[in-house]
């Protein structure tokens, strides 16, 4: 009777939405309501653990419902606390001003260019989570004058971990304020960043009453052998091509998703190539890798409205991704690196770059993708503050 009822309900809330993906919200309704054991034992545990989690309960039961595994092992390590400050700065913001924040390891090269970056479009205040760094970045962080800084000696095994992290840092900063999520290999970017600083884009996203800004991960290369590089490099000037044409469109239930790019393309990896990094930030939500719960806070737009510039294949990650490999710590028992791996062994010579790849000179180029939203985008950079 139940599964009736939802077939009805669900093909009334879909008549926009092609039929393929109707089954496939139907088991996220089902799913949501209890009725599989994984999501009656995810309800069972937050009900055993509601002191710490009342005010986002319906979050990470829509979390323990896709991931069961992943919202037990989020519950445990925000139960553990392992997140100490080192250094606490009190910053003013104004409304439409982010917290920036990252967990790091062991990624001095990056994180400079990171916070170099991120100043210059207007970031403030950045709070990173240092996970027991050893070649000099957590010093580095220590001395930077608008970094607050926090270290955690626990294990990391995944990004579920860090999603329970960042949990602990925005208890301390605060809700109903906007954040930037970002990995140490990501740059935060948007169409006309070079004059447009983020508050006006988050302004932008406040006219427009959209708290998630839904963006796509470009893969950045060089024009030579994956990994090869030698000498003293500046990597956002040597990595500087993508692709504009590999990226697809797929759904998740019932909102877009994007994969493809490069990876795809040579190692015919799987995997989500969007994230919502930039988000205003409720005690009811739960801010998951590549996307927020709860999940109708994803369905603000239909295709991307930012970019997250995605140097993810440095000289210096080769021993680090063969570590991963082995180590099988990551998603799926860490799998996509050890395709790396493999596709590397047998033919060390692969390149991303091919025919097609466009070269990045600035944001503008950005456009050039295919499957963006252009008319959002063109419509902030007509957008004018009035003040």
Not at 197 to 204: A, D, G, S, V
Not at 304 to 330: E, M, Q, R, T
Not at 355 to 367: E, T
Request: aromatic residues 16%.
């Amino acid at each position: 009777m139940v599964i009736k009822m939802l077939k009805k309900q669900v093909q009334n809330i879909c008549r926009y939405i092609s039929p393929i993906y109707i089954g496939t919200y139907l088991r996220y309704q089902i799913n949501r309501l209890g009725l599989t054991p994984e999501s009656k034992a995810i309800k069972k545990k937050n009900g055993k653990n509601i002191e710490h989690f009342k005010d986002c309960k319906n979050s990470l039961y829509q979390f323990g419902c896709d991931f069961p595994k992943a919202a037990n092992l989020f519950i445990d390590t925000y139960k553990n606390k392992t997140v100490k400050s080192v250094k606490v700065l009190d910053v003013p913001l104004d409304e439409n001003d982010a917290i920036a924040l990252c967990v790091v390891k062991d990624d001095l090269l990056r994180v400079k260019a990171h916070i170099e970056y991120h100043r210059q479009i207007g970031i403030k205040h950045f709070a990173y989570i240092d996970n027991m760094s050893t070649d000099g970045t957590f010093e580095w962080l220590k001395e930077q004058k608008d970094v607050s800084l926090f270290r955690t000696d626990e294990k990391f095994c995944g990004g579920t971990v860090q999603f329970a992290w960042r949990r602990q840092v925005t208890d301390l900063f605060g809700y109903e304020r906007w954040y930037l999520n970002l990995d140490s290999d990501e740059l935060f970017m948007y169409p006309g960043v070079e004059s447009k600083k983020i508050n006006e884009y988050i302004c932008f996203l406040e006219k427009n009453k959209i708290n998630s800004a839904f963006s796509l991960m470009v893969d950045m290369y060089a024009k030579g052998k994956i990994f090869e590089m030698t000498g003293n490099y500046d990597f956002i000037k040597d990595y500087c091509y993508f692709d504009v044409d590999t990226y697809k469109k797929r759904y998740h239930y019932t909102f877009p998703n994007i994969n493809g790019g490069p990876q795809v393309r040579v190692f015919s990896t799987k995997g989500w190539q969007t994230k919502f990094p930039l988000s205003k930030i409720s005690k009811s939500m739960i801010c998951n890798n590549h996307y927020n719960f709860p999940v109708k806070l994803n369905w603000g737009v239909e295709a991307p409205i930012a970019f997250l510039l995605h140097y993810k294949f440095l000289p210096s990650d080769n021993v680090k991704y063969k570590n991963i490999a082995k180590s099988g710590n990551y998603a799926l028992g860490s799998q996509k690196y050890k395709r790396y791996v493999e596709a590397l062994n047998k033919k060390p010579d692969i390149s991303f770059y091919f025919n097609r790849s466009q070269k990045f000179n600035n944001s503008m180029d950005l456009l050039k993708l295919k499957v963006i939203d252009k008319v959002f985008l063109k419509n902030f950079l007509n957008f004018k503050i009035i003040k």
